[in-house]
């Protein structure tokens, strides 16, 4: 057991998942540390999904092995119990009301702490006897997340929780989220096409595009790895070894690089500063599509 | 989890209670009714030794009501349709298999549970129906032929309910979506159970042929049979059917006359020609009922194993 314990809460290598002859998930390395908040980001059609409902079980890689925890996702009781899972746009039973859905959940549960998810809606003064159907869309997420949780799992996974939900209930969803990583010993993965929602609860970051991985790293070491460097125009076949360009734009006469570092900026011709969260995740992004001619930018390009 | 199934389908349970319920009423009226007039004409007929022949008009009366019980024949269809069928597409089409296929048990057991009391609540909606129908049927049963009522009674309908909610849920698991899935249930039922009853039924077990002869009255067989084929057969076994060219009627056997012809029964039966009728008769009754419904079970577990297949090995 404490070699579970221990062990990673994502760990995957060479992942990949092809949908008749389109891939939508590629050779994905990542480890996920136990306790983290993980935004899992990347542009529509990026694999976030894939890599998610491979994740819980739900669906089976074609090449590659998945270990949650420690452990194989399969169809067991152990492993199931031990995720929490809301897929996108909050699947729920829509005639059934909240209470309705807690009581499923207690009966398909060994450990379900009701207590708790009941206290939590009546809170957020979600009425528990209406069809969910009548709740609105911040309402029902609110269910979800409360269903999720009341498993009390290790490892929470929320496929896009707040895609389709307005500004206040986007951040009250976001803080019952803090609120219960903050109560317990809880690994959480969320997804969004947008980093902006997620970078305040979040502390490590996957970024999934053109169904690879870029990034999986904490967003601490992201930020200190990257760095912005202007300095006079020159081709950027002449930085230096130790710099991977990411971005580069050029003016008449400024050249502008977004650099990850794999050792320190010895050339005194740059002035390097510090770089938003947000501006490094774009440009790994935008770097991919120009780059690449995978099946999704030819997609696009019809 | 059973009371997870209860939550999602009770609806459909008292929309099946509500309709059985009707149709109950509307068989124990008329059938009581009908089960008094048959006793009446029985006493009267035993009197007269008249029963052949008032038979055929005791419930001649009754025909819309025969229709509505030969129209329970869609009953088994139903349970396909509304239960069935929805039972894995309603979750694909939602999305909530995700919800339910992430909980704390296995697919497996998801699966189980509920194919289970799919296959409970159709063996109860069969045997009701058969139950009704079959009781109802008792008089009819005494002056027609079992057999022409063959799908609604006896123990088919519940071979049949359980083939249609195993058949929905298979199409179910493959379509994931309902219209789709109720659509292709209801045309695989039907197809499946004509099917079955006109190419295959008739041949369960050999049927019984007996040659008459053709001067005799016309006759249908052992009362109670149902008759599969009846006609003139000729000298050398050759089956004509039920007409047949003046050629083929012996030279001596025509007489003509302008504007026409006619031929003597008498003198054919002479030259060699039998009324031939081909029929299973009435103590068949529950071997063919028998051998009708393991068939439906049989396909019904094949279906299952499918549907337990689709969703266990495939992704979600």
Request: charged content about 15%.
């Given at each position: 057991?404490?070699?579970?314990?221990?062990?990673?809460?994502?760990?995957?290598?060479?992942l990949?998942?092809?949908?008749g002859?389109?891939?939508?998930l590629q050779?994905?390395?990542?480890?996920v540390?136990?306790?983290r908040?993980?935004?899992?980001?990347?542009?529509?059609?990026?694999g976030k999904?894939?890599?998610?409902?491979i994740?819980?079980?739900?669906?089976?890689?074609?090449?590659?092995?998945?270990?949650?925890l420690?452990?194989?996702?399969?169809?067991s009781?152990?492993f199931?119990?031990s995720?929490?899972?809301l897929a996108?746009?909050?699947?729920?039973?829509?005639r059934?009301?909240?209470?309705?859905?807690?009581q499923?959940?207690?009966?398909?549960n060994?450990?379900?702490d009701a207590?708790?998810?009941?206290?939590?809606?009546?809170?957020?003064k979600?009425?528990?006897?209406?069809?969910?159907?009548?709740?609105s869309?911040?309402?029902?997420?609110?269910?979800g997340?409360?269903?999720?949780?009341?498993?009390?799992?290790?490892?929470?996974?929320?496929?896009e929780p707040?895609?389709?939900?307005?500004?206040?209930a986007?951040?009250?969803?976001l803080?019952?989220l803090?609120?219960a990583?903050?109560?317990?010993?809880?690994?959480?993965?969320?997804s969004?096409?947008?980093l902006?929602?997620l970078?305040?609860v979040c502390?490590h970051?996957?970024l999934?595009?053109?169904a690879r991985?870029?990034i999986?790293?904490?967003i601490d070491?992201?930020?200190?790895s990257?760095?912005?460097?202007?300095?006079?125009?020159?081709?950027?076949?002449?930085?230096?070894?130790?710099?991977d360009?990411?971005?580069a734009?050029?003016?008449?006469k400024?050249?502008?690089?977004?650099?990850?570092?794999n050792?320190p900026?010895?050339?005194?011709v740059?002035?390097?500063?510090?770089?938003?969260l947000e501006?490094?995740?774009?440009?790994?992004?935008?770097?991919?599509d120009?780059?690449?001619?995978?099946?999704l930018?030819?997609?696009?390009?019809? | 989890?059973?009371?997870?199934?209860?939550r999602?389908?009770?609806?459909q349970?008292?929309?099946?209670?509500?309709?059985?319920s009707?149709?109950?009423?509307?068989?124990?009226v008329?059938?009581?009714?009908?089960?008094?007039?048959?006793?009446v004409?029985?006493?009267?007929?035993t009197?007269?030794r008249s029963c052949?022949?008032?038979?055929?008009?005791?419930?001649?009366?009754?025909?819309?009501i025969?229709?509505?019980v030969?129209?329970?024949?869609?009953?088994?269809?139903?349970?396909?349709?509304f239960?069935?069928?929805?039972l894995?597409?309603?979750?694909f089409?939602e999305?909530?298999?995700?919800?339910?296929?992430?909980?704390?048990?296995?697919?497996?057991?998801w699966?189980?549970?509920?194919?289970?009391?799919?296959?409970v609540a159709?063996?109860?909606?069969?045997?009701?129906?058969?139950?009704?129908?079959?009781?109802?049927r008792?008089?009819e049963?005494?002056?027609?032929?079992r057999?022409?009522?063959?799908d609604?009674q006896?123990?088919?309908?519940?071979?049949?309910?359980?083939?249609?909610?195993?058949?929905?849920?298979?199409?179910?698991?493959?379509?994931?979506?309902?219209l789709?899935?109720?659509?292709?249930?209801?045309g695989?039922?039907?197809?499946?159970?004509?099917a079955?009853?006109v190419?295959?039924?008739?041949?369960?077990?050999?049927?019984v042929?007996?040659?008459?002869?053709?001067?005799?009255?016309?006759?249908?067989?052992p009362?109670?049979s149902?008759i599969i084929?009846?006609?003139?057969?000729?000298p050398h076994?050759?089956?004509?059917?039920?007409g047949?060219?003046?050629?083929?009627?012996?030279k001596?056997?025509r007489?003509?006359?302008?504007?026409?012809?006619?031929?003597?029964?008498s003198?054919m039966?002479?030259?060699?020609?039998?009324?031939?009728?081909?029929?299973?008769?009435?103590s068949?009754?529950?071997?063919?009922?028998?051998?009708?419904a393991?068939?439906f079970?049989v396909?019904?577990?094949?279906?299952?194993?499918?549907?337990f297949?689709r969703?266990?090995?495939?992704d979600?």
């Amino acid at each position: 057991m404490s070699n579970l314990d221990r062990a990673p809460a994502i760990e995957t290598t060479g992942l990949g998942k092809r949908y008749g002859s389109v891939w939508a998930l590629q050779e994905c390395a990542i480890t996920v540390p136990q306790g983290r908040v993980t935004a899992l980001v990347g542009p529509n059609g990026a694999g976030k999904t894939t890599l998610l409902r491979i994740l819980v079980g739900l669906s089976a890689p074609t090449t590659g092995e998945a270990r949650v925890l420690g452990r194989a996702p399969k169809q067991s009781e152990d492993f199931l119990s031990s995720i929490g899972y809301l897929a996108q746009d909050v699947p729920l039973y829509k005639r059934l009301s909240a209470e309705d859905h807690l009581q499923m959940g207690a009966h398909l549960n060994h450990c379900w702490d009701a207590t708790a998810a009941r206290a939590r809606l009546t809170a957020l003064k979600i009425p528990t006897d209406r069809p969910v159907a009548t709740l609105s869309g911040g309402q029902r997420a609110q269910v979800g997340l409360g269903l999720a949780l009341a498993k009390r799992p290790q490892l929470l996974l929320l496929d896009e929780p707040v895609a389709a939900l307005d500004p206040l209930a986007r951040r009250e969803f976001l803080s019952s989220l803090a609120e219960a990583v903050a109560d317990g010993h809880l690994s959480v993965v969320l997804s969004s096409h947008l980093l902006h929602d997620l970078e305040r609860v979040c502390d490590h970051v996957i970024l999934l595009a053109n169904a690879r991985t870029q990034i999986c790293q904490d967003i601490d070491d992201v930020l200190t790895s990257h760095r912005v460097l202007v300095g006079p125009r020159r081709n950027i076949d002449n930085v230096e070894p130790t710099l991977d360009v990411i971005k580069a734009t050029h003016t008449a006469k400024q050249t502008r690089l977004l650099v990850h570092l794999n050792g320190p900026v010895l050339d005194p011709v740059w002035e390097a500063s510090e770089v938003g969260l947000e501006d490094i995740i774009m440009a790994y992004m935008d770097q991919d599509d120009s780059l690449s001619a995978g099946p999704l930018s030819l997609i696009g390009a019809l | 989890m059973h009371q997870l199934i209860w939550r999602l389908h009770r609806t459909q349970v008292y929309f099946a209670v509500g309709a059985l319920s009707v149709l109950s009423i509307l068989l124990l009226v008329t059938g009581a009714t009908m089960a008094h007039d048959y006793h009446v004409f029985l006493a009267n007929c035993t009197a007269t030794r008249s029963c052949s022949e008032g038979a055929a008009r005791l419930f001649s009366g009754d025909g819309s009501i025969m229709d509505l019980v030969n129209f329970t024949l869609v009953i088994p269809l139903l349970f396909g349709l509304f239960w069935g069928a929805p039972l894995l597409a309603k979750e694909f089409e939602e999305g909530t298999h995700n919800l339910a296929w992430t909980q704390g048990v296995t697919r497996r057991r998801w699966m189980e549970s509920h194919v289970i009391w799919a296959i409970v609540a159709a063996v109860v909606w069969g045997a009701a129906m058969a139950a009704l129908v079959s009781w109802w049927r008792v008089p009819e049963n005494a002056i027609d032929s079992r057999f022409a009522a063959f799908d609604v009674q006896g123990i088919v309908p519940v071979a049949y309910s359980v083939f249609a909610v195993a058949l929905g849920i298979a199409v179910g698991s493959i379509f994931r979506r309902v219209l789709p899935a109720i659509a292709t249930t209801l045309g695989v039922f039907v197809a499946i159970r004509v099917a079955i009853g006109v190419y295959l039924r008739p041949h369960y077990v050999t049927p019984v042929s007996t040659l008459l002869p053709l001067s005799g009255p016309q006759s249908n067989g052992p009362i109670g049979s149902w008759i599969i084929s009846s006609g003139i057969e000729g000298p050398h076994g050759h089956f004509y059917g039920n007409g047949f060219d003046l050629s083929d009627v012996p030279k001596a056997c025509r007489t003509t006359f302008p504007g026409g012809g006619s031929v003597s029964n008498s003198c054919m039966a002479a030259h060699g020609f039998h009324q031939l009728i081909t029929y299973q008769p009435d103590s068949r009754f529950w071997v063919f009922q028998g051998i009708e419904a393991t068939g439906f079970i049989v396909m019904a577990i094949a279906l299952i194993g499918f549907a337990f297949w689709r969703v266990l090995s495939r992704d979600a």
